[in-house]
């Protein structure tokens, strides 16, 4: 099973950028799906962006534009950035991981990291 870790999170100012990153341990991250969760106060989690073993990528339609994943799988670590960042954006963001099937198929990734906090000022 992979364990994953996030990093990166903290107070950003409106309109700055920010980026955040995954590491993994326990299994290698060049065989799962990787994505990229977001849960706003008073909101369910909702899928952000997810990138392939392959690295194609595949954004949430109402997100696409700010966001921008990738991965290193040299070094087990997957990242989210995003730019222009609003008010909106503030929540936590969680990294997570699904073996097989749809990368864009986010009520199925089933390991998850315990997120990273993004306060927009």
């Known amino acids: 099973q992979v364990q994953l870790v996030e990093s990166g999170g903290g107070l950003v100012q409106v309109g700055g950028s920010l980026r955040l990153s995954c590491v993994a341990s326990?299994?290698?991250?060049?065989?799962?799906?990787m994505g990229w969760f977001r849960q706003i106060p008073d909101k369910e989690r909702e899928g952000v962006a997810g990138?392939?073993?392959?690295?194609?990528?595949i954004y949430a339609s109402s997100l696409r534009g700010r966001f921008t994943i990738s991965r290193d799988n040299a070094k087990n670590t997957v990242y989210l950035e995003f730019n222009s960042v609003k008010h909106d954006d503030s929540g936590m963001y969680y990294c997570?991981?699904?073996?097989?099937?749809?990368?864009?198929?986010?009520?199925?990734?089933?390991?998850w990291g315990q997120g990273t906090q993004v306060t927009v000022s």
């Open positions: 997570a991981a699904k073996y097989g099937g749809n990368c864009g198929d986010w009520a199925q990734y089933h390991n």
């Open positions: 326990g299994d290698t991250i060049s065989r799962y799906c």
């Open positions: 990138i392939s073993p392959g690295s194609i990528t």
